[in-house]
């Protein structure tokens, strides 16, 4: 995946990354295991914030949900590695950061919060090993990968519609998204997105963003902002606060041309709960008839940055 510059547009050297590090200035990727069901993955680059991402195992029964997600991001200014010494400040909150995708006549999506999927095995990686995460565990990438099955949430007796692989990947510099779907089931899909950014509306969070591909600012700071979607491959999102950015960029292949979009590849939730970003391979009035054997496939960067 070509990687692009994802920072720039914001009102200092420190939103483009060009911060110089102090001596001593501790930063690189660890990971704190805080329970059978929880983990916290702190990140931090020279100059800036730690950010900290919040990984659960959820389950509930009536929403047949099994499986590992991502709960809130939050950046921690504290000078050296985890444990928390201080108060974290919420940068991204609960909600389905992989996927969602809804099937034609089903009441709701699949994937991530929305349930209908279960696990099926479960991975942890350390520098490319096999590993089981315990105490607080330094070093260079960290890899969270699950297959799951994903069942239709238009019938009541499980129905397996498809075969997940995800892989959350983890170095000091952000995050990688990676889901593999094998279709096992023909469905007509009427809503799917996947790498989505549901960020924190806030003046020292996000106000501002960009589409990756345009050289045009837009406002985001107050529900019903009405920022029109764009065939685009990602944003960055912004304020005029403090430096901090936040994006995501999505491999084009995800977005199957855009043929089913409806001009809506990605788009900036505007109601009053976030500023959440939404690469969309379908929206209605488009429809993707999937068959047996048919693959979709994700490849995403995240990028997280809050300046000292």
Do not use: C
Request: aromatic share 10%; charged share 20%; net charge neutral.
């Amino acid at each position: 995946m070509e990687r692009r510059a994802l920072f720039g547009g914001t009102a200092a050297l420190a939103a483009s990354g060009l911060v110089l590090a102090a001596p001593g200035d501790t930063s690189g990727l660890y990971v704190e295991r805080l329970g059978p069901r929880q983990l916290m993955v702190w990140t931090r680059e020279p100059g800036h914030l730690w950010i900290r991402y919040d990984l659960r195992h959820f389950t509930d029964t009536a929403k047949r949900m099994d499986a590992w997600r991502i709960q809130e991001i939050t950046a921690v200014r504290q000078a050296g590695p985890p444990p928390a010494t201080a108060e974290g400040i919420q940068l991204a909150t609960a909600a389905a950061y992989p996927y969602a995708i809804k099937p034609a006549g089903a009441p709701d999506h699949f994937g991530g919060l929305h349930g209908d999927e279960l696990l099926r095995s479960l991975l942890f990686l350390v520098d490319g090993r096999a590993a089981v995460p315990s105490g607080i565990l330094q070093m260079g990438e960290f890899e969270l990968a699950q297959d799951t099955q994903v069942l239709d949430p238009a019938v009541e007796a499980p129905t397996v519609l498809g075969d997940m692989n995800v892989r959350h990947i983890f170095t000091a510099a952000g995050l990688r998204i990676r889901w593999v779907l094998r279709w096992r089931a023909a469905r007509a899909i009427e809503y799917a997105y996947g790498a989505m950014l549901p960020a924190v509306r806030a003046d020292g969070v996000t106000t501002r963003f960009r589409y990756l591909d345009q050289a045009i600012e837009h406002k985001i700071g107050t529900p019903g902002h009405r920022v029109p979607p764009a065939d685009s491959y990602g944003a960055e999102l912004y304020n005029t606060v403090n430096g901090a950015t936040m994006s995501v960029e999505v491999e084009p292949g995800f977005f199957n041309g855009y043929a089913q979009s409806d001009g809506r590849g990605v788009w900036v939730y505007d109601g009053d709960k976030y500023n959440k970003v939404y690469p969309t391979r379908v929206s209605k009035p488009g429809s993707e008839q999937v068959a047996p054997g048919d693959i979709w496939r994700l490849d995403a960067v995240y990028r997280i940055r809050y300046p000292e």
